[in-house]
């Protein structure tokens, strides 16, 4: 079965440093998601991508934050200043029709 | 943003009862998702319901959008201990954006 998948599982970073998460959405699919999800809190919405544009943004997603598609089948999220509140779960999500399937997660450390 | 209040937070129930919860906000969804998340996992979509009133199973899970289209409930009948780990409820209203709900963390007692 098809599945969204998340690179890498986990990141370490220092303060202020930019960091990129990768994700390659189910492949027929059409919207792509970021969400992020605080250690022992509820997943939060980041934003929604479709026609290579973003849809909506939550107001988590300040301009430190920016997606992109750079080709056909990777979604990536740059934090470009990291910060120590930065850490967490972050999840990309796809989806064809109102079902969003999940990626396994990639779970950024702020030093 | 949109608050979706799920309740209970936590259950702990013995292996073979049944379990229910549910989750309200106050705007009307397009859409309902219940998830259930294990530690350090992405949540794996369960059920998703489209219409008010409509009832969906999968296995032993059953899920209902509510007429209101303000709620929206889960039930998992006959627990087992692999059903252990956390439920999230999400919501849709007409934009692409889904909340969350808080989580409702199952404990199976064997």
């Known amino acids: 079965e098809p599945e969204v998948t998340q690179t890498p599982s986990h990141q370490v970073t220092q303060m202020g440093q930019e960091v990129i998460l990768r994700c390659v959405p189910i492949?027929?699919?059409?919207?792509f998601y970021w969400y992020r999800q605080i250690l022992g809190q509820k997943v939060e919405f980041l934003v929604s991508f479709y026609n290579n544009e973003i849809s909506e943004k939550s107001e988590i997603f300040d301009d430190q934050f920016s997606v992109e598609r750079p080709d056909g089948s990777n979604f990536t999220l740059k934090i470009r200043s990291t910060k120590l509140e930065d850490s967490a779960m972050y999840f990309c999500?796809?989806?064809?029709?109102?079902?969003?399937?999940f990626g396994p997660g990639t779970r950024l450390t702020v030093l | 943003g949109q608050q979706l209040n799920q309740s209970p937070q936590s259950m702990f129930i013995q292996e073979g009862e049944d379990v229910s919860m549910n989750c309200t906000s106050s705007s009307i969804f397009n859409t309902w998702l219940w998830y259930k998340q294990d530690p350090g996992e992405g949540p794996v979509l369960l059920i998703a319901?489209?219409?008010?009133?409509e009832l969906t199973s999968n296995g032993r899970l059953t899920a209902q959008f509510g007429i209101t289209r303000k709620d929206s409930f889960l039930n998992i009948s006959a627990s087992i201990p692999s059903d252990v780990g956390i439920y999230f409820c999400?919501?849709?209203?007409?934009?692409?954006?889904?909340?969350f709900g808080t989580g409702t963390s199952l404990t199976v007692i064997p």
């Open positions: 999400a919501g849709q209203e007409a934009g692409n954006q889904f909340y």
């Open positions: 319901l489209y219409k008010a009133g």
């Open positions: 999500a796809s989806s064809w029709t109102r079902r969003e399937f």
């Open positions: 492949s027929n699919h059409l919207y």
